[in-house]
């Protein structure tokens, strides 16, 4: 079965830019989503096929994927967030979902 | 506004059996795939199954197949996880979702809360 590596935390500082990878093989022919989770708080959709933010997702947030990883870019990191981000792909009719990666800002 | 809402949560014993419901609104129901996923307290995100449009193919996480059972009925609205057989690893808070086969979740419900013990 598809897997998808994401680092397990990832620290930053207001203001700096954080990058958060998920890595799978051959991950840059699939079309990779990114979500966030917040404590208590349903996940919300940030980065869709890859680079595409929804409505009302900060400009902030930006995504790529090639080769074998993606990467969900935060620039200007804000400290609301800090929250758990997960990547996640289709493959072979089932939905994947990386291992989730916490991001601290402080 | 989309909403989804679960419901049918609770506390049951192992071998016992739940039916979750998630209930839509503000969105083209049957247009779309739905999807059930998990997380269970202190892990990540799992996929536990899907249910194309019109209910005619369905998928489950291997860890599920021939204990749960995904179902829709779009004349309600409503997406269904026919859940038997519930073993303590089952325990966790389950959301619905939308979101077209290949594509992303775009909506999700708040959750309900299942434990198994």
């Known amino acids: 079965s598809f897997e998808l590596t994401q680092p397990p935390s990832v620290s930053v500082s207001p203001g700096q830019t954080a990058s958060i990878t998920c890595s799978g093989d051959k991950l840059g022919t699939k079309y990779v989503c990114w979500y966030q989770l917040k404590p208590g708080q349903s996940p919300v959709l940030v980065i869709q096929q890859d680079t595409e933010r929804p409505s009302g997702i900060p400009e902030r947030f930006s995504g790529s994927n090639s080769g074998n990883t993606a990467t969900l870019t935060i620039s200007g990191t804000q400290t609301l967030d800090e929250a758990d981000y997960y990547c996640q792909v289709w493959d072979s009719s089932t939905v994947v979902f990386g291992g989730g990666t916490r991001l601290s800002v402080l | 506004e989309v909403q989804l809402v679960e419901s049918g949560g609770g506390l049951v014993q192992p071998g016992g059996s739940l039916r979750l419901s998630c209930e839509a609104s503000g969105l083209s129901f049957s247009r779309f795939w739905m999807t059930w996923v998990r997380q269970a307290p202190g892990k990540g995100l799992e996929w536990v199954a899907s249910i194309k449009h019109d209910g005619s193919e369905t998928h489950y996480v291997d860890s599920v197949k021939g204990r749960f059972s995904i179902a829709r009925d779009n004349a309600k609205n409503s997406l269904y996880l026919q859940m038997n057989s519930l073993r303590a690893d089952d325990s966790a808070l389950f959301y619905c979702?939308?979101?077209?086969?290949?594509?992303?979740?775009?909506?999700w419900g708040q959750g309900t809360q299942v434990t198994v013990s």
């Open positions: 979702a939308s979101g077209d086969f290949g594509s992303a979740l775009d909506f």
